[in-house]
């Protein structure tokens, strides 16, 4: 997605190898048009695969989320990291455990918002070494659903998240590949 690229190489900044900071438009200050045509792409992308729902993960996945379920005109869930003060016990749990952080969150997700039946699109703005999307793939199945696809803002393709969701079967639709952050240099794995 070229807008996207070109946003990631203005906007954005390698603060390593490993860490690509893009607050400026998508993970503290939200760039509403290029969200919007986030959402399009998305929603292009997944537009003949029966989805009913969008899964993803508070906080950052929202926003993206928020404007493809605006396009399909279908139900977006957000998994939570911290419990409700509202939430009942009728909840769907997974551990995700992120190797960046070294640390282990548990995400919930009321069982009545995921049915059985649901076909699931899980977008997230982030894929790194894919522990968020394989908790919520986990959770989708835990309802009986199934998971028509991720959809990934930005991919870090130099981390292995990819390889684990496609390993287990599923499709992963990225709109930014980084190929590499070496040297503060940003390159993109470059698609048609
Ligand atoms: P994984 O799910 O792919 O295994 O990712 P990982 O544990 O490595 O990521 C932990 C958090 O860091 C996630 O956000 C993820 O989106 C974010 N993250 C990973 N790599 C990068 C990066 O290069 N740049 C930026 N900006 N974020 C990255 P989170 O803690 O869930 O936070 P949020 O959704 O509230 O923003
Ligand atoms: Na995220
Ligand atoms: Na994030």
């Known amino acids: 997605m070229e807008s996207l690229k070109q946003a990631i190489l203005?906007?954005?900044?390698?603060?390593?190898?490993?860490?690509?900071?893009?607050?400026?438009?998508?993970?503290?200050?939200i760039d509403p048009q290029l969200m919007i045509q986030v959402g399009q792409e998305f929603a292009d992308r997944f537009k003949n695969d029966q989805i009913t729902k969008i899964l993803t993960i508070e906080s950052s996945g929202i926003a993206p989320s928020f404007t493809t379920a605006v396009e399909l005109d279908i139900p977006l869930v957000f998994a939570r990291k911290k419990k409700s003060l509202t939430m009942s016990d009728n909840v769907f749990v997974s551990q995700v455990y992120s190797f960046t952080k070294k640390e282990s969150n548990t995400i919930t997700v009321s069982k009545n918002f995921i049915e059985e039946g649901d076909c699931v699109l899980i977008i997230d703005d982030f894929?790194?070494?894919?522990?968020?999307?394989?908790?919520?793939?986990?959770?989708?199945?835990?309802?009986?659903?199934?998971?028509?696809?991720v959809g990934i803002v930005i991919e870090k393709s130099f981390q292995?998240?990819?390889?684990?969701?496609?390993?287990?079967?599923?499709?992963?639709?990225?709109?930014?590949?980084?190929?590499?952050?070496?040297?503060g240099q940003i390159s993109f794995?470059?698609?048609?």
């Open 189 to 192: 794995i470059e698609e048609n």
């Open 127 to 149: 894929l790194a070494n894919g522990q968020a999307a394989l908790g919520l793939i986990d959770i989708v199945k835990q309802a009986q659903a199934s998971v028509a696809g």
């Open 10 to 29: 203005e906007r954005g900044k390698a603060l390593s190898d490993q860490v690509l900071k893009v607050d400026a438009f998508l993970n503290h200050q």
């Open 160 to 183: 292995p998240g990819r390889k684990q969701i496609e390993e287990l079967g599923y499709r992963v639709e990225s709109l930014a590949r980084i190929k590499s952050l070496d040297t």
